[in-house]
């Protein structure tokens, strides 16, 4: 009886913890996971990394400290990212085996569980704003290929021509790549002051892809998944590993059921069930209380974290 009175006092506690927005904010970053290796990049190379990933976190910052919603900051830090050639997402998008350039976003809300993702575009400048509309002004959650980009067009947004992912870096890559298998992707999670997760996911796949392959990012669920009772994830990596594993909701889920914090039910799922299934890859995530978890199994990944308790950091190699 006693047992029983101390356990649901401590669900309330925690479940109150949860939704009683405390002015704690934060968020963090990623932009890919992979053979990312000190002795691989050259000091100017890591110098525009850090930089760019340095912009885009203070934008995202800027907008939670000043009371702008986890949704605004999530958008805006990922559109910095899509813009700057060094991600593989909008502008720096790998190629397909066919070389063109398809790419996949999703975001999620996780105070409403709404959600929107596309899947294969070619033309559109910021895949993750048109995922944004897709959750906001559409009755669907994911759209895919013409459809898509018609609906792009319908809502106002930039479409560009192919020729603008153009990228000799990435155009080598796929060269290469016709050896061997690369990925990388950006993303962002963030807690705003009113206590509101927000999660964002986007991505050209993975280089060398074929017959309008997708992967986890645009998954929700899989690469992209928001809740305010437990986390907002977004993860990067080789897809399919993710997708078969339900890699984002697996960790709200570890959570909610089994009472695990944020960055164990995240080490369990990166660096146990995935590395042990041969999954490489990483993630980010917040819960509902500002903390913060970037695991990954490979030799990098970027990422960076800014927190209102003043912490913050941009990382590339292990540490
Ligand atoms: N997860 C992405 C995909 O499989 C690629 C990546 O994160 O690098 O499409």
Same mark, same amino acid.
């Given at each position: 009886m006693i047992k029983n009175s101390i356990l649901v006092f401590i669900l309330i506690i925690s479940f109150t913890a949860c939704n009683e927005p405390d002015e704690n904010f934060g968020l963090v970053i990623h932009g890919g996971? #992979? !053979?990312? /290796? $000190?002795?691989?990049? =050259?000091?100017? !190379?890591?110098?525009?990394? +850090? =930089? $760019? !990933? =340095? +912009?885009? !976190?203070? /934008? #995202?910052y800027s907008i939670l400290k000043s009371g702008g919603s986890s949704r605004d900051a999530v958008e805006q830090t990922i559109q910095i990212m899509e813009n700057s050639p060094l991600f593989n997402a909008g502008k720096g998008a790998v190629f397909t085996h066919d070389g063109y350039n398809e790419l996949d976003a999703a975001v999620m809300d996780g105070k409403t569980l709404e959600a929107g993702a596309v899947a294969g575009v070619r033309n559109v400048k910021n895949p993750i704003t048109l995922a944004r509309k897709i959750m906001e002004n559409s009755a669907h959650v994911m759209l895919s290929g013409n459809g898509a980009l018609e609906f792009a067009r319908e809502q106002g947004l930039e479409i560009v021509d192919s020729s603008y992912f153009f990228t000799e870096r990435r155009w080598k890559s796929l060269q290469k790549a016709l050896k061997d298998k690369k990925f990388g992707t950006v993303g962002c999670v963030a807690l705003d002051k009113e206590g509101n997760l927000f999660a964002g996911t986007s991505t050209g796949g993975m280089t060398n892809k074929q017959y309008g392959r997708i992967g986890d990012s645009p998954i929700i669920g899989a690469g992209t998944y928001a809740n305010n009772n437990t986390c907002a994830i977004s993860a990067t990596g080789h897809g399919e590993f993710f997708i078969r594993y339900t890699v984002a909701h697996e960790i709200s889920a570890l959570m909610k059921f089994k009472n695990y914090s944020l960055d164990d039910a995240a080490k369990l799922v990166i660096n146990g069930t995935l590395k042990k299934a041969g999954g490489e890859g990483g993630l980010i995530g917040i819960d509902c209380k500002g903390k913060i978890t970037m695991p990954f199994n490979t030799p990098g990944m970027f990422r960076g974290f800014a927190t209102s308790d003043g912490e913050r950091g941009i990382f590339i190699y292990k540490e």
């Amino acid at each position: 009886m006693i047992k029983n009175s101390i356990l649901v006092f401590i669900l309330i506690i925690s479940f109150t913890a949860c939704n009683e927005p405390d002015e704690n904010f934060g968020l963090v970053i990623h932009g890919g996971a #992979g !053979l990312i /290796k $000190k002795e691989n990049m =050259t000091p100017e !190379l890591e110098k525009q990394y +850090e =930089t $760019k !990933l =340095t +912009e885009a !976190l203070a /934008k #995202g910052y800027s907008i939670l400290k000043s009371g702008g919603s986890s949704r605004d900051a999530v958008e805006q830090t990922i559109q910095i990212m899509e813009n700057s050639p060094l991600f593989n997402a909008g502008k720096g998008a790998v190629f397909t085996h066919d070389g063109y350039n398809e790419l996949d976003a999703a975001v999620m809300d996780g105070k409403t569980l709404e959600a929107g993702a596309v899947a294969g575009v070619r033309n559109v400048k910021n895949p993750i704003t048109l995922a944004r509309k897709i959750m906001e002004n559409s009755a669907h959650v994911m759209l895919s290929g013409n459809g898509a980009l018609e609906f792009a067009r319908e809502q106002g947004l930039e479409i560009v021509d192919s020729s603008y992912f153009f990228t000799e870096r990435r155009w080598k890559s796929l060269q290469k790549a016709l050896k061997d298998k690369k990925f990388g992707t950006v993303g962002c999670v963030a807690l705003d002051k009113e206590g509101n997760l927000f999660a964002g996911t986007s991505t050209g796949g993975m280089t060398n892809k074929q017959y309008g392959r997708i992967g986890d990012s645009p998954i929700i669920g899989a690469g992209t998944y928001a809740n305010n009772n437990t986390c907002a994830i977004s993860a990067t990596g080789h897809g399919e590993f993710f997708i078969r594993y339900t890699v984002a909701h697996e960790i709200s889920a570890l959570m909610k059921f089994k009472n695990y914090s944020l960055d164990d039910a995240a080490k369990l799922v990166i660096n146990g069930t995935l590395k042990k299934a041969g999954g490489e890859g990483g993630l980010i995530g917040i819960d509902c209380k500002g903390k913060i978890t970037m695991p990954f199994n490979t030799p990098g990944m970027f990422r960076g974290f800014a927190t209102s308790d003043g912490e913050r950091g941009i990382f590339i190699y292990k540490e």
